[in-house]
């Protein structure tokens, strides 16, 4: 894959860059919205397909680009197509200071050294070339102004965009609601960029949890729900006893008390 083409994560990740700030918007949506920009770029690149609500590699030659190709060796090893929300609320750690690094390599981001609270270092990135980040954005509001069919890149990063809560910081207040509103609508004209969006979504409502709990084998063990309400099954009967064993008690009770007129005669 060449570089003269940015990648849907990069673009991605520009747009949630604060020139004004140096920090990123929605900074734990924007984790998983990387992750699924990234297998919007291997579908558009021809190494993944859609397969129902699961990922399918189709060819599993590299890209060229090194972040690319490990997510692409990671799907590749799993051997099955894998449910986009699982791929996607899996953990990525270091995904977003991963690409920060990139485009400060390529220029389009330079690192700032700061402290907060005067103690505490932190590393906020500026944009070197704000034209870049305009451009970005300039396809975004063509979308949503002419209302034409966007190209199928461009519709996958509005889908992103939305996904990952970023509607309200490029188009903020009371008259961004209209532009919000149609960046949400474009999440409609691309099939592989709406799949990941709504699965980005989904992971963020923890619909993927509740799925995982529900397909669990329950032969003999518990499922993962029962396993996270166990605890809490617990605490209830430190605190009050069950009906169960407070009906126990009373019968024990009543059989003493039939017994001690026996013994006495």
């Known amino acids: 894959m ?39 770029e ?44 699982h791929w996607i609320g899996g953990p990525r750690l270091g995904l977003r200071q991963t690409y920060l690094t990139h485009l400060e390599r390529c220029g389009m981001v330079a690192a700032v050294e700061n402290q907060m609270c005067g103690v505490l270092p932190t590393t906020r990135y500026q944009a070197t070339d704000t034209a870049v980040s305009r451009q970005i954005k300039a396809r975004l509001d063509t979308a949503i102004r002419t209302g034409t069919p966007p190209d199928a890149r461009t519709a996958a990063l509005a889908a ?6 970023l509607g309200k910081h490029l188009y903020p207040g009371n008259e961004g609601r209209s532009s919000r509103s149609r960046l949400r609508d474009l999440i409609r004209h691309d099939p592989m960029g709406g799949l990941v969006a709504h699965a980005v979504m989904d992971v963020q409502n923890g619909v993927a949890g509740q799925a995982a709990a529900r397909r669990s084998p329950s032969g003999g063990r518990k499922t993962g729900r029962a396993r996270a309400s166990a605890p809490a099954a617990a605490m209830a009967a430190v605190g009050q006893p069950s009906r169960a064993v407070s009906e126990q008690a009373r019968r024990r009770g009543v059989t003493r008390a039939a017994a001690r007129p026996s013994l006495s005669r």
């Open 42 to 85: 291997l579908a558009l690149a021809g190494r993944i397909a859609p397969d129902g609500d699961r990922i399918a590699v189709i060819l599993a030659r590299p890209t060229g680009d090194p972040t690319l190709d490990t997510a692409l060796e990671l799907l590749r090893r799993r051997g099955a197509p894998v449910r986009a929300v």
């Open 160 to 165: 992103l965009a939305h996904a990952v809560g």
């Open 2 to 40: 060449g570089r003269s083409r940015r990648t849907i994560p990069e673009e991605l990740l520009l747009l949630a860059l604060d020139p004004a700030t140096g920090t990123t918007a929605q900074p734990q949506s924007l984790d998983l919205g990387l992750a699924g920009a990234q297998l919007v």
